[in-house]
């Protein structure tokens, strides 16, 4: 098990950046597979994007790709989501979930949530 912390949320205009981060305590980050959900009021949590445990294989949802950016640095035990061109669509509590059997995301670690709001 982890424990994650993430980061960097806030308010933003629409057009602007955030960069999120996910911090992991634990010595078996390296082991994990890494994602990014987002849940906005009165809306079920999405899938954002993924990373392999190595950050060799990436995956993102039709709506932030080509403006999400996942990676990872396994030696800071942090995952990181670039996010340009918000939306205000793209308003939402983030949040990053490790997992590492390869089962649900729902049986994964996940973090208590960032949120993010991007004004129109």
């Known amino acids: 098990q982890v424990q994650l912390v993430e980061s960097g949320g806030g308010l933003v205009q629409a057009g602007g950046s955030l960069r999120l981060s996910c911090a992991a305590s634990?010595?078996?980050?390296?082991?994990?597979?890494m994602g990014w959900f987002r849940q906005a009021p009165g809306k079920e949590r999405d899938f954002v994007a993924s990373?392999?445990?190595?950050?060799?294989?990436?995956y993102y949802a039709d709506s932030v790709k080509g403006r999400f950016t996942i990676s990872r640095d396994n030696a800071k035990n942090t995952v990181y989501l670039q996010m340009n061109n918000l939306k205000p669509e793209d308003t939402a509590v983030y949040y990053c979930?490790?997992?590492?059997?390869?089962?649900?995301?729902?049986?994964?670690?996940w973090g208590q949530g960032t949120q993010v709001t991007v004004s129109s």
């Open positions: 990373v392999s445990w190595d950050g060799r294989r990436t």
């Open positions: 634990g010595r078996t980050f390296s082991s994990y597979r």
């Open positions: 979930v490790a997992e590492r059997t390869g089962a649900s995301w729902s049986k994964g670690d």
